[in-house]
T-cell receptor
Framework: ELKVEQNPLFLSMQEGKNYTIYCNYS?????LYWYRQDPGKSLESLFV?????AVKQEGRLMASLDTKARLSTLHITAAVHDLSATYFC??????????????FGKGTHLIIQP | ETGVTQTPRHLVMGMTNKKSLKCEQH?????MYWYKQSAKKPLELMFV???????ENNSVPSRFSPECPNSSHLFLHLHTLQPEDSALYLC?????????????FGPGTRLTVL
């Protein structure tokens, strides 16, 4: 059974600081996704990582994937209040046919304080 | 309408009621999904449909019955639910046949079972 673990689960940080959220998973996969969820809202896709060593950046967020270590990171640079949200990583271990369900981590609840 | 829409957005039902959740995607996708998000568990995959055919049932109790009449519409029929079924039910869609296809989520239906 695939397990996806995120840490930390809760993070309070100050604006302007840097931090990293970690996502470990238990079964080999090269398909990993990061989503953002604001309170009372749905999930917004942030990054799709599809190979070992993949790195993607959007604004102050950067995600990477190490399939050998079964580890993905989401790095926040110079945090701003608008990045406060819950961040989920999700892993796909399906056949790769394009319609595979995702297994999600518990999410990291991020609060960024002025 | 754009993206993935869900109706109703909120639903309160008794344990003996029968109700249905509706999802519609306007993205030209071929795969559709139901996920459950409850306070006590990570996001859980329930069902996957690809080109209208159910390809995954993640050990979901039979009181939840999915229906996919075409690639754009997905329903979740509910009957004799339990209070522990109260949760946010999220629909998602993706391009079938594309490995690692990004899943786009709808706003969800907040279900309360009394």
């Amino acid at each position: 059974e695939l397990k996806v673990e995120q840490n930390p689960l809760f993070l309070s940080m100050q604006e302007g600081k840097n931090y990293t959220i970690y996502c470990n998973y238990s079964t080999t996969s090269d398909r990993l996704y990061w989503y953002r969820q604001d309170p009372g809202k749905s999930l917004e896709s942030l990054f799709v990582l599809l190979s070992n060593g993949a790195v993607k950046q959007e604004g102050r967020l950067m995600a990477s994937l190490d399939t050998k270590a079964r580890l993905s990171t989401l790095h926040i640079t110079a945090a701003v209040h608008d990045l406060s949200a819950t961040y989920f990583c999700a892993v796909d271990i399906g056949s790769g046919g394009g319609a595979d369900g995702l297994t999600f981590g518990k999410g990291t609840h991020l609060i960024i304080q002025p | 309408e754009t993206g993935v829409t869900q109706t109703p957005r909120h639903l309160v039902m008794g344990m003996t009621n029968k109700k249905s959740l509706k999802c519609e995607q306007h993205l030209g996708h071929n795969a559709m999904y139901w996920y459950k998000q409850s306070a006590k568990k990570p996001l859980e995959l329930m069902f996957v449909y690809n080109f209208k055919e159910q390809t995954e049932n993640n050990s979901v109790p039979s009181r939840f019955s999915p229906e996919c009449p075409n690639s754009s519409h997905l329903f979740l029929h509910l009957h004799t639910l339990q209070p522990e079924d109260s949760a946010l039910y999220l629909c998602a869609s993706s391009q079938g046949l594309v490995m690692g296809a990004e899943q786009f989520f709808g706003p969800g239906t907040r279900l309360t079972v009394l």
